[in-house]
């Protein structure tokens, strides 16, 4: 029986000694305060990190057992490279950080960048270290992916309109489905460990005010003045993952605020869009991102 969420608090984490939880984007927003909750619970988190030196700082300021590695999702050598410096097994993989970006950009590897960074990847790092995953592969998605339509024939957005909301929807539609489909192929090889998708609710952090636009700067810093007077804290933004590690949900569930338009409120399992149910699309886009990353699930 799940928890009363209604009282739900990071103590009910219990005690994780022993545990080892590897966070993306570990350094600001949503993955910040969610190692240093799991570092305040004993768990020691392996903050997986594009900027090494501001992660030795957050590192510093964390009460608990952490260290950083460096990898930028964005750039397929920078994810092998996390992969071969990982040292031992992990119980818990959480693919934490997004981006949202203002202009179209590829990477290095030629792909649409917020697809890249937000899908490609976490299916690549999850692909190369799941031989070291004990028991959970918790994916943050997005209640942006109900904006979204699935462009099969054109996942980089190359002949398709780009717009920076619209890219960052698509991207987190794409990883909506990867679960579904990571899901089934889990379950279908009577896998121990098990995944889950997030949705934080509006969070004031930093996902999009880094901005080369002056234009853009200033609507990022009016959302951001809202945000910090109305939106969930990096604190509140973990909940519903850190949620999905201390309840027994079932596998495969989508976990995030139950108040109105998923914005904030208790953690709670919620629905997701009929897009992100289609089991036939979901298995077209791991295909997909098999081919572009090179990477398969070892199961």
């Known amino acids: 029986m799940l928890a009363d969420v209604t009282q739900w608090s990071p103590s009910r984490l219990g005690n994780l000694a022993g545990k080892r939880i590897i966070v993306t984007g570990a350094t600001n927003g949503v993955g910040l305060g969610t190692t240093r909750a799991l570092a305040r619970a004993g768990a020691h988190v392996i903050m997986a990190v594009r900027n090494t030196t501001l992660g030795a700082q957050r590192a510093a300021e964390i009460d608990g057992s952490t260290e950083v590695i460096k990898v930028d999702l964005a750039d397929l050598a920078s994810v092998r490279a996390f992969a071969d410096a990982l040292d031992g097994d992990v119980d818990i993989l959480i693919n934490n950080a997004g981006v949202l970006n203002d202009q179209r950009h590829e990477t290095i590897d030629g792909f649409e960048a917020t697809l890249g960074t937000n899908m490609l990847g976490p299916f690549a790092l999850t692909n190369l270290v799941f031989h070291r995953v004990r028991s ?11 904006m979204a339509t699935l462009r099969l024939d054109d996942m980089h957005l190359r002949r398709t309109k780009w717009t920076a909301l619209n890219a960052y929807g698509h991207s987190k539609l794409a990883m909506m489905l990867w679960g579904l489909e990571l899901d089934r192929r889990l379950r279908a090889a009577d896998s121990d460990v098990v995944t889950h998708l997030i949705h934080p609710g509006w ?24 945000a910090q007077r109305l939106a969930n804290d990096v604190d509140q933004g973990a909940v519903p993952t850190l949620y999905s590690i201390s309840e027994p949900i079932p596998p495969g569930s ?38 572009e990353t ?6």
């Open 136 to 146: 959970q592969i918790i994916n943050v998605a997005s209640d942006g992916h109900r």
């Open 203 to 226: 969070v004031a952090s930093n996902l999009a005010q880094t901005s080369d636009s002056p234009l853009m700067s200033a609507a990022y810093k009016v959302v951001d003045g809202f």
């Open 254 to 291: 989508y976990v995030g605020p139950n108040g109105r338009f998923g914005l904030r409120g208790v953690p709670a399992l919620i629905g997701r869009s009929p897009g992100a149910c289609d089991y036939d699309a979901a298995a077209r886009v791991v295909q997909f991102a098999e081919q």
């Open 294 to 299: 090179g990477t398969t699930l070892p199961v």
